[in-house]
């Protein structure tokens, strides 16, 4: 969407060209002539602008990053269990293996969309890289990707063969992602608009 060209990809992922960047006009600035003050006054300034203070960095160096599918940590996962959440009728309580050295604790409001015997060793596809929430009390450290219409939610599922914590890329799109998400920046908001699913049920960015 936004006037880019949707490709589908294999699996559950899809490539769009990258949007070029219009050129920033900067502007001259015009200084005013300086003033004649004592020599004493002027080598002293003239020290001073010796010795200039370094520039700080940005932290963490993710200030100049896109706000593109790159920023996301996809992988391959699988549901191992799913119970009911003990404080919410909509929510599911997952066990979700990701090729890590423990299973990650997932919530879900998947309910009323999908029945729990489904949700039992169930292949999807997690994004990893949010920033843990307490849901009702309990922490969710990871959210299931799903397609939904008006009608209806669906897990996503990763491509054939794949197996629990191999990456999920878009073409074109080389991984940028970071540890974890600045839930201030919205960059899953910023993205999420430019995913979509073709009619043949693949999924497209």
Do not use: W
Request: aromatic share 2%; glycine share 6%; charged share 25%.
């Amino acid at each position: 969407m936004n006037g880019r060209k949707q490709v589908p990809l294999p699996g559950a992922t899809a490539a769009k060209p990258a949007a070029a960047t219009p050129p920033v006009a900067i502007k001259p600035t015009v200084s005013e002539p300086p003033k004649t003050e004592p020599k004493q006054q002027q080598k002293k300034q003239q020290k001073k602008a010796a010795t200039p203070k370094a520039a700080k960095p940005a932290a963490g160096g993710t200030e100049a990053l896109p706000v593109d599918v790159s920023r996301l940590d996809m992988r391959v996962a699988l549901i191992k269990t799913a119970t009911r959440h003990p404080d919410a009728d909509g929510l599911y309580l997952e066990e979700v293996e990701v090729g890590e050295e423990k299973p990650r604790q997932v919530i879900s409001g998947l309910v009323k969309h999908i029945p729990i015997e489904e949700m039992q060793n169930r292949p999807c596809i997690l994004l990893c890289n949010l920033k843990p929430a307490k849901m009702r009390g309990i922490m969710s450290h990871a959210m299931v990707m799903c397609a939904s219409t008006p009608e209806k939610v669906e897990i996503l599922a990763p491509p054939a063969g794949s197996k629990p914590g191999d990456k999920v890329t878009v073409e074109g799109y080389p991984a940028t992602s970071v540890e974890q998400l600045n839930p201030k920046k919205k960059v899953f908001e910023g993205v999420q608009p430019d995913f979509l699913v073709s009619p043949e049920g693949h999924a497209l960015y």
